[in-house]
C-alpha cells in the first residue's frame, strides 16, 4: 500500500500543467480560483497577472501561435469568465489551441444564488470545443486530459476549451492509486499518412495545371520546410495569409502577394493548406476564383469542406502529406515566374513611395510613414502585431515581410494588439514586439501597458491616432451622409502610457518617427503616440469593406457575385 499521501485537487491541476510543460499562464486572481493560482506559482510557473480577463485569453492565444504550445488562461468566477467570451471567440475563428481554467461556487451553494453564480459553460459552450464543469475530485485529471486533447484538435479542429472546477472540489484530495501518469504525461504528436492513391491523384493535377496556386493558414504552420519542398517541386505561385504569414521566405520565387487579386482571378489549380475558405479568400466562390480547380490538404477535416469541394481532400499530417507530394510531383513554374517578377517591381514600388505619401486634407501626416520607419529597422526574429480596422488595411501591405506577423484575425477582433506583442515580448524577450494600432483598438486594452511594466514585457505600441473609428467613418461618410459615433479625439496616449509607468512620446511629423522609434526600443515598455490623419481611406475602406455588402466582404468580389448569378 502507497505511503504517499493524498494531493488536493488543485495541486494536481497546478501539477498537470507543469508536467506537460506549462512555464507560463495569463489570468486575472480570484477566489474561485486562488487554490491553482496558489499552487501554480509554488511550482514557479510564471503567473502574468492582467487588468482584464480578455487579455489573459488574447495573450494565451498570442503564446500558442508563437510557440507552439498550447496557452492557458485563468479567470475567476462570474464576470471573471465572462469577461472572456471576445477573447475565446477570437481564438475559436481562429483555430487556436488553448485552455480557460475558470472558477465557480461550491457544490453546497448550488441553486442558492450565491456569488458570481452564473451558467458559464452554458455562455461558452457555443465558442469552445469543450466547456464542462468538473465536478469529480477523483476524474478531474481525466478529464483535464480529455480537454488539453480536444484543445490540440484530437476529436475536432483545435481550439479553446473551457473547464471550470468548483471551488470545493479544489480543496478535495485525491488518492494516489487514482493519478495515473497517463493523465500526466504529454502524449505524442499524431502522424498520420495521406493515401497514396490521393498524392498521385494531387500529383496528377499539378501536372496538369498551367496557373497552379498554394495558399496556407493555420495548419501549415508547423511544416514550412515541408511546404518550401512541395512549392520548389510543384513550381506554383504561393500566396500567404495572416494566418501563414512568414512561413515561406520572402526572397522564395513562389511568393508573389503583391498581385493576390490576380492570382486568384487566373488561378486553374488552387492548393489549400490546412487554410478555411473565408471571406478574406472570397468564400472560394468562382467569383473571385473563376477558372479553379481544388486540392484541400488538412490535419483537421473542417479545413476540407468549407465553401468548395476538392478534387482531392487530404486528412492528414500535413508536414508528411507535403514531403510525400514534394517526392512525386512535377510542374511548369512559368507562369510563377512571370508573377514572380511583377510582384518584386510592385512590392518594392510600394514599400519606396511609403515615406513620400502626402499627409492628408487636415495636413496631418499619413499613416503609410509609420511603416517606412519601420522598415528603416531591423525586424529579423522581431514580431510586429496590427491592431485595428482602417489601420490594420495599412499594415497588411506595410508592415516588412521579415518580421512574424500578427493580426485582429478573421473575427476582426480588435484590442488584441497590446496583448498579443506582451506575449510576444515574454516569449521571446531578445526580439522587439511591436504593436502597431489605431486610436480605438488602443483603448480597448490600454491599461495592459501597465502589464507590461509590472511584467518586464519589453514592448513598442505605436498608436496611429487619427481620432476616429476610421473606417466606419469614411463608411457612413461615403454611403450615409452623416458622421455620427464614430469621431474620437486627439488624446494624449504617450501621457497616459507615464502615468501607467512606461516611456511616452507624441510624434506629430514623419521626420520625428525614425529617432523616436529608437528611443522607444531602448526604453521599452513605450508608446508612440503618432498624430495622423483622418484623411487617408485604407484599400480596405475603399473596397468597401465598412459597408457589409450582400455576398462578398469586398465590393469587387461582391459585383462579380451578382453578375454571376445572373447567368
Not at 497577472?49 to 508563437?66: I, K, N, T, Y
Not at 473551457?162 to 504525461?185: H, S
Amino acid at each position: 500500500m502507497s505511503e504517499e499521501p493524498p494531493s488536493a485537487v488543485a495541486e494536481l491541476v497546478a501539477r498537470f500543467l507543469y508536467e506537460r510543460g506549462v512555464r507560463r499562464v495569463f489570468g486575472l486572481q480570484g477566489g474561485h480560483i486562488q487554490p491553482i493560482w496558489d499552487r501554480l506559482a509554488r511550482l514557479g510557473v510564471a503567473i502574468v497577472d492582467v487588468r482584464d480577463e480578455a487579455a489573459a485569453v488574447h495573450m494565451a492565444h498570442a503564446h500558442s501561435e508563437l510557440t507552439g504550445e498550447i496557452g492557458i488562461a485563468l479567470a475567476t468566477a462570474g464576470p471573471g469568465v465572462t469577461n472572456t467570451v471576445t477573447a475565446v471567440a477570437n481564438a475559436s475563428v481562429s483555430r487556436v489551441p488553448l485552455i480557460l481554467l475558470g472558477g465557480c461556487p461550491p457544490r453546497p451553494q448550488a441553486n442558492k444564488h450565491p456569488l458570481q453564480d452564473i451558467p458559464h459553460t452554458e455562455i461558452l459552450r457555443p465558442v469552445t470545443r469543450q466547456s464542462r464543469t468538473l465536478r469529480v475530485a477523483d476524474e478531474v485529471l481525466r478529464e483535464l486530459d480529455e480537454g488539453w486533447a480536444r484543445a490540440t484538435g484530437d476529436a475536432t479542429e483545435p481550439g479553446p476549451v473551457y473547464l471550470e472546477i468548483p471551488t470545493d472540489v479544489l480543496r478535495e484530495t485525491v488518492p494516489p492509486a487514482v493519478v495515473l501518469d497517463e493523465y500526466l504525461r504529454l502524449p505524442p504528436a499524431r502522424r498520420s499518412r495521406p493515401h497514396p492513391d490521393d498524392v498521385a491523384a494531387v500529383a496528377a493535377l499539378v501536372a496538369a495545371a498551367r496557373r497552379p496556386v498554394v495558399i496556407t493558414g493555420r495548419g501549415a504552420r508547423r511544416a514550412p520546410e515541408a511546404l518550401v519542398r512541395f512549392l520548389d517541386a510543384s513550381g506554383a505561385a504561393y500566396l500567404d495569409t495572416q494566418e501563414g504569414r512568414g512561413l515561406v521566405p520572402q526572397e522564395h520565387p513562389a511568393v508573389v502577394g503583391a498581385l493576390r487579386s490576380r492570382v486568384m482571378r487566373d488561378a486553374d489549380l488552387v492548393v489549400t493548406v490546412g487554410r478555411q475558405l473565408d471571406y478574406q479568400l472570397g468564400f472560394g466562390s468562382p467569383a473571385a476564383f473563376p477558372q479553379a480547380r481544388w486540392v484541400r490538404i488538412a490535419d483537421s477535416a473542417g479545413e476540407l469542406y468549407d465553401n468548395r469541394r476538392g478534387e482531392v481532400e487530404i486528412l492528414a499530417d500535413v508536414g508528411s502529406t507535403l514531403d510525400e507530394l514534394a517526392a512525386v510531383v512535377s510542374g511548369d513554374p512559368a507562369w510563377r515566374d512571370e508573377l514572380r517578377a511583377a510582384h518584386l517591381e510592385r512590392s518594392s514600388g510600394y514599400r519606396e513611395k511609403l515615406a513620400a505619401t502626402p499627409p492628408g486634407a487636415d495636413g496631418r501626416m499619413h499613416p503609410n510613414h509609420i511603416f517606412a520607419a519601420l522598415a528603416e529597422l531591423d525586424l529579423d526574429g522581431a514580431t510586429v502585431v496590427a491592431d485595428g480596422g482602417d489601420l490594420l488595411s495599412f499594415a497588411r501591405l506595410g508592415v516588412p515581410p521579415q518580421a512574424r506577423y500578427l493580426d485582429a484575425g478573421a473575427f476582426g477582433c480588435l484590442g488584441v494588439g497590446v496583448p498579443f506583442a506582451i506575449a510576444a515580448a515574454l516569449a521571446n524577450p531578445d526580439s522587439p514586439a511591436i504593436t502597431v494600432t489605431g486610436d480605438g483598438a488602443f483603448g480597448i486594452n490600454a491599461m495592459e501597458v501597465n502589464t507590461a511594466v509590472r511584467h518586464g514585457a519589453p514592448i513598442v505600441v505605436i498608436v496611429s491616432n487619427n481620432a476616429a473609428w476610421n473606417i466606419e467613418r469614411y463608411d457612413q461618410a461615403e454611403n450615409y451622409g452623416l458622421v455620427v459615433g464614430t469621431d474620437l479625439e486627439h488624446n494624449d496616449y504617450a501621457a497616459l502610457a507615464e502615468a501607467l509607468g512606461a516611456h511616452g512620446e507624441r510624434v506629430t511629423e514623419p521626420g520625428q518617427l525614425p529617432d523616436a522609434l529608437k528611443r522607444a526600443l531602448a526604453n521599452a515598455p513605450a508608446v508612440i503616440d503618432v498624430v495622423t490623419s483622418r484623411d487617408a481611406p485604407s484599400p480596405d475602406a475603399g473596397k468597401g469593406l465598412g459597408w457589409v455588402p450582400d455576398h462578398q466582404a469586398l465590393t469587387p468580389w461582391n459585383d462579380a457575385e451578382i453578375e454571376r448569378r445572373k447567368q
